[in-house]
């Protein structure tokens, strides 16, 4: 695999991982996997919520896709690569920069990360299963976009 295919399938990897990330988020988080997304909505104790298996089930996803790739099929190596990134990036920015779930502060900078944190304040606004708006982790619709949608579930 060349360079340049092997670094187009980790940068595809990572926006088709936002997209199924999304998709995850909304259908199946608010939907059937409330049980371990709940504990996201809520104010939890200690370091870790019951939502943090959600990372340990697409990190043993990702170990596989890196084994199936050294094996047998080098672009599943990757695409496992790419995988991997997002789920640090959704580390950094999401559990990081705007739930501050590290041991110190960091005030987000610059109108790309101040509208991710928005948008999730948005999200978590609702904290039962239904009625959230914003599912993205590294992308963020418009915020009055957002707040329009919000209401309009409020109202029905």
């Not at 959230?132 to 409020?154: H, P, Q, T």
């Amino acid at each position: 695999m060349s360079p340049w295919a092997a670094t187009l399938t980790v940068i595809f990897a990572v926006i088709g991982m936002e997209i199924f990330a999304w998709a995850i988020h909304k259908y199946v988080m608010h939907g059937p996997g409330w049980g371990w997304h709940e504990s996201h909505h809520t104010e939890t104790k200690g370091l870790f919520e019951t939502n943090d298996l959600y990372a340990v089930v697409f990190s043993v996803f990702a170990a596989g896709l890196f084994i199936v790739g050294s094996l047998w099929w080098t672009p599943l190596w990757f695409v496992a690569l790419g995988l991997t990134v997002y789920g640090l990036l959704y580390g950094f920015v999401h559990d990081g920069l705007v739930h501050q779930r590290w041991p110190f502060f960091v005030k987000t900078r610059g109108f790309y990360m101040k509208r991710l944190v928005q948008a999730h304040r948005i999200h978590h606004a609702v904290h039962t299963r239904d009625g959230a708006v914003s599912f993205g982790f590294l992308w963020a619709e418009d915020i009055r976009k957002l707040k329009v949608k919000l209401k309009s579930a409020a109202d029905q």
